[in-house]
């Protein structure tokens, strides 16, 4: 069981472009996802809050409105990161608990996306 | 904000030896300690975690210790395995809903 898939796990686009990546819980319902960036050979930075049916909370330093969040399901959360450029080249993974355990829920990490801005 | 410090940033042991990895960390509201192993291009996966009420948890060769009163755990991996060669992040959280702060990361290399 809390399984998270993501997609796509790798994509290259054009300076300029925008990426949507998508997440989903595949065997129970994340009211709250997570999404967090990893740079080589360093820890993961998280980027925001993804919580069903409001807006996200984004973490200090991270433009929302670069990295679009949207949590329109309790098993599907999206990021679009708009107009790429080559510094957004990445590792994004994104992560969901399962509620009902209050502060200090499990994450469940899905497989990551590789970005590759050109 | 939560702070964490990880060491050692990288920690080289002999197949069969022990390895321990310890973190720190300033907010005395965190209550939810864990551990994850991160192979290369991969996600990070739990191997064990640890709740403020409970000073010591065991799973198999891995364990993790917790402090509350200095602030710090430990992650405690006995008889290493080449295929335990990995990054290892501790992360913490309970302060806000399910976020979790992570460590910087320590790479573990078992020679066999």
């Known amino acids: 069981g809390a399984v998270v898939s993501q997609h796509p796990s790798w994509v290259i686009c054009k300076s300029g472009t925008s990426v949507k990546i998508e997440c989903r819980s595949l065997d129970f319902q994340a009211t709250t996802m997570f999404w967090y960036r990893q740079f080589p050979k360093q820890s993961l930075m998280l980027m925001a809050t993804?919580?069903?049916?409001?807006?996200?909370?984004?973490e200090q330093g991270v433009e929302k409105d670069k990295f679009l969040i949207n949590h329109a399901s309790l098993t599907l959360s999206t990021l679009t990161v708009t107009s790429a450029h080559p510094e957004d080249s990445s590792f994004y993974i994104c992560?969901?608990?399962?509620?009902?355990?209050?502060?200090?829920?499990?994450?469940?990490f899905g497989p990551g996306t590789r970005l590759t801005v050109l | 904000g939560e702070n964490v410090e990880q060491h050692p940033s990288t920690l080289s042991v002999q197949e069969g030896d022990s390895a321990v990895i310890k973190c720190t960390y300033s907010?005395?509201?965190?209550?939810?300690f864990p551990w994850y192993k991160q192979e290369l291009g991969k996600r990070p996966q739990l191997i064990i975690d640890?709740?403020?009420?409970?000073g010591e948890k065991k799973d198999q060769r891995i364990a993790v210790t917790l402090n509350k009163t200095a602030k710090h755990f430990s992650l405690h991996i006995t008889e290493t395995q080449p295929e335990d060669s990995a990054v290892y992040f501790c992360a913490l959280g309970g302060t806000s809903y399910g976020k979790l702060t992570f460590g910087q990361g320590t790479i573990l290399t078992v020679h066999p």
């Open positions: 992560s969901a608990t399962i509620p009902g355990l209050g502060p200090g829920d499990t994450q469940y």
């Open positions: 907010d005395s509201a965190s209550n939810y």
């Open positions: 993804s919580n069903e049916g409001s807006k996200a909370t984004y």
């Open positions: 640890i709740r403020s009420n409970v």
